[in-house]
């Protein structure tokens, strides 16, 4: 298993180039499954999650030829409409084929995802949506059967709460229904905008995309198209507070700001030199001592769960104490364990975390206990005095492409120990 070696404290400069979003890639690959004509994606990141997505859909029947960050799919007929748990276990995504597969082909069978590292992450509201849709479901033996021989019809969805994948999979399940389909309480996250500009692209009728009513007028068919996935605004996010933390001066290059504007808006009142030099770039300067800011994270355009444990990580070496209140996930605070053995103070308390700073951080063996727990070990060990040894990082590898090659670019003392 591969390590990463980190010696800290030095001052990040340069620029960062950010790659394509991982989560908005891959419900567009997943898209794929609705056509039997190719679909051409640019901007895929080369990362785990991607490459078990793509085995998951060659099992089914795609043809997934890849040429650099772009990946043309094409899948004449579905051969397997199964999604095994061995895949869906070491991914969750792996469900998103459960909408487009019932929609093409009128069945599916996808492994129930189980608990994960950060929750429970049930998948109950994509299934309530389907049946909603006319989809017949059956579970057993640990798997979803959904059956819909004679195509799904359009309805209302209103969902009991906001679930991103969730919509993105009814979103898809509707393309191809008979009539309107409306869902409401939808996600508004930009991995969702962007999986509806691909299926409009693609000949389907979706209007509202981005606010939290979509509509979705059922079209016979699809056909393929072409399109470049969002930068991946986690990605960008990482960076920006890699940059405060260790008082550097980087650029974030390739991004979309108003994305993340939510984590810019808490550097800022943190302290932080955060500016826009340009319509696709951040630029952040450490400026002399952090201040403590509280964060509650929320659904987009709030701020985001998958960027709280790296601004745990910047909240340790900020004045004063710091709430950190996560409302999305139940148990998202493994970091909270790993930043306290290099020395941060944090008490958590059901679902907050109080971090009392500033204090020194020292370099020490620490776990990655999943992706984005694993990006606030590195930017710790960034800012530790001293050498940090991060186990497992093959979680970090599933979301971030070649993550200490770009910190390397940026000055980062960081080797990969395999
Ligand atoms: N939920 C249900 N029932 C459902 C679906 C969700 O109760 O059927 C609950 C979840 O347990 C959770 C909340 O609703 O408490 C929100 O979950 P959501 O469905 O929105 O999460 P997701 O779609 O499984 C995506 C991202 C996650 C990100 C969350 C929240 C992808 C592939 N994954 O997951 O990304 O944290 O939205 O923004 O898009 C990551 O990249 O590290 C990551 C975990």
């Excluded at 409306?182 to 409009?200: Q, W």
Aim: charged share 25%; net charge neutral; proline share 4%.
């Amino acid at each position: 298993m591969d390590k990463f070696a980190i010696t800290g404290g030095t001052a990040l400069q340069g620029e960062i180039p950010v790659n394509g979003s991982k989560n908005s890639a891959l419900p567009a690959l997943a898209a794929a499954l609705l056509t039997a004509e190719p679909v051409t994606l640019r901007r895929i990141p080369r990362v785990r999650d991607i490459r078990t997505m793509q085995r998951l859909l060659v099992d089914i029947g795609t043809k997934v030829d890849a040429d650099g960050d772009t990946v043309t799919l094409r899948t004449p007929r579905i051969v397997c409409a199964e999604a095994p748990y061995e895949l869906v276990k070491t991914m969750r995504a792996s469900s998103l084929v459960l909408g487009p597969l019932v929609a093409r082909c009128g069945r599916a069978r996808v492994s129930l995802p189980g608990g994960c590292a950060i929750g429970a992450r049930p998948i109950n509201l994509h299934i309530f949506g389907l049946e909603k849709l006319g989809a017949r479901i059956n579970q057993a033996h640990g798997y979803i059967e959904a059956e819909a021989a004679e195509g799904l019809r359009g309805a209302m969805v209103q969902f009991d709460r906001i679930t991103v994948t969730g919509t993105e999979d009814l979103m898809m399940a509707a393309v191809l229904a008979k009539g309107e389909t409306v869902l409401r309480n939808a996600a508004r996250e930009p991995e969702v905008s962007d999986l509806a500009d691909l299926l409009t692209k693609m000949g389907a009728k979706i209007e509202g995309s981005g606010t939290s009513t979509i509509r979705i007028q059922g079209v016979e068919a699809l056909h393929g198209a072409e399109h470049a996935i969002i930068p991946d605004r986690i990605e960008a996010g990482t960076f920006l507070i890699a940059g405060a933390i260790t008082g550097g001066d980087v650029a974030i290059t390739g991004c979309v700001p108003e994305h993340i504007g939510a984590l810019v808006s808490k550097l800022q009142q943190a302290g932080a030199d955060v500016t826009q030099p340009d319509a696709g770039t951040l630029r952040v300067r450490g400026a002399g001592r952090l201040r403590s800011v509280d964060v509650t994270t929320e659904e987009y355009p709030g701020f985001a769960t998958d960027l709280q444990a790296q601004y745990m990580a910047l909240m340790t070496q900020a004045e004063g104490i710091a709430i950190v209140t996560e409302t999305i996930f139940e148990n998202r605070f493994m970091h909270a364990p790993e930043l306290a053995r290099m020395g941060a103070n944090i008490r958590i308390e059901g679902r907050q975390a109080m971090v009392a700073g500033p204090r020194e951080l020292t370099g020490a063996g620490v776990i990655a206990s999943d992706l984005r727990a694993s990006a606030s070990l590195v930017l710790a060990a960034l800012a530790a005095r001293g050498e940090t040894v991060i186990d497992r990082v093959y979680h970090i590898d599933r979301g971030y492409d070649r993550i200490e090659e770009k910190l390397a670019r940026a000055g980062a003392k960081i080797r990969r120990v395999e």
